[in-house]
């Protein structure tokens, strides 16, 4: 059994997500009947679970980008050292927030997009994690830091806390 399900009551497990995810597979199947287009046009509801000190705005930030995507959160301010500790993610590795999602662990600012991407793919991993705050990363990005963009690589981290590279942002420079 993975770290993922081996938890504390208070992270969810396949009943939990699969009861959180019904209601998203509802309004999925009467956006069908609407037409190809309207469920073209509609974001995909994925549901996440959140961990993040309840000061961090950029946390926030975060939230938000992932939500324009289609995430529906659910938020604990308590911090995400134990969790983070629990589900086994190497402390190099961490950030300021961490989140599950179809089973796996998103650690800081990991842009939405590989997010879906690590779904569609499935791979076997505990998940993605882009340590540290880099400027630039969703949640790292409002006008506060002038247009910076620094290079910052998103992880796919191995059960066993070991990683690759699963996508590079370059960056740019200040305009």
Same mark, same amino acid.
């Not at 961090?56 to 911090?79: I, L, S």
């Not at 939405?112 to 791979?123: F, I, T, Y």
């Given at each position: %059994? #993975?770290?993922?399900? !081996?938890? #504390?009551?208070?992270?969810? @497990?396949?009943?939990?997500?699969? /009861?959180? /995810?019904?209601?998203?597979?509802? /309004? ?7 037409? =190809? ?8 509801? *994925? =549901? ?20 324009? &995507? +289609?995430?529906?959160? !659910?938020?604990? =301010? *308590? ?8 589900? @086994?993610?190497?402390? &190099?590795?961490? #950030?300021?927030? *961490?989140?599950?999602? @179809?089973?796996?662990?998103?650690? @800081? ?17 505990? +998940?993605?994690? $882009?340590?540290? %705050? =880099?400027?630039?990363?969703?949640? %790292?990005?409002?006008? $506060? ?17 070991? *990683?690759?590279?699963?996508? #590079? ?7």
């Amino acid at each position: %059994m #993975s770290p993922l399900h !081996t938890l #504390s009551p208070h992270i969810p @497990g396949r009943r939990q997500w699969l /009861a959180a /995810a019904l209601p998203a597979v509802g /309004a999925g199947m009467a956006l069908a009947a609407l037409g =190809p287009v309207a469920l073209a046009a509609a974001p995909q509801s *994925t =549901p996440v679970e959140l961990w993040k000190d309840p000061q961090c705005g950029c946390c926030q930030d975060w939230v938000e980008h992932m939500q324009a &995507q +289609g995430f529906v959160f !659910t938020v604990h =301010p *308590t911090g995400n050292a134990a969790v983070r500790a629990r589900l @086994g993610l190497p402390s &190099q590795l961490g #950030s300021c927030h *961490t989140a599950l999602v @179809g089973g796996y662990l998103i650690e @800081g600012h990991v842009p939405a997009a590989d997010v879906r991407r690590l779904l569609q793919q499935k791979p076997q991993a505990l +998940g993605l994690a $882009v340590p540290g %705050m =880099p400027v630039g990363s969703p949640g %790292m990005d409002g006008p $506060v830091y002038g247009n910076r963009r620094d290079p910052y690589d998103v992880l796919l981290v191995a059960r066993d806390g070991s *990683t690759r590279v699963f996508s #590079s942002y370059h960056g740019k420079p200040r305009a």
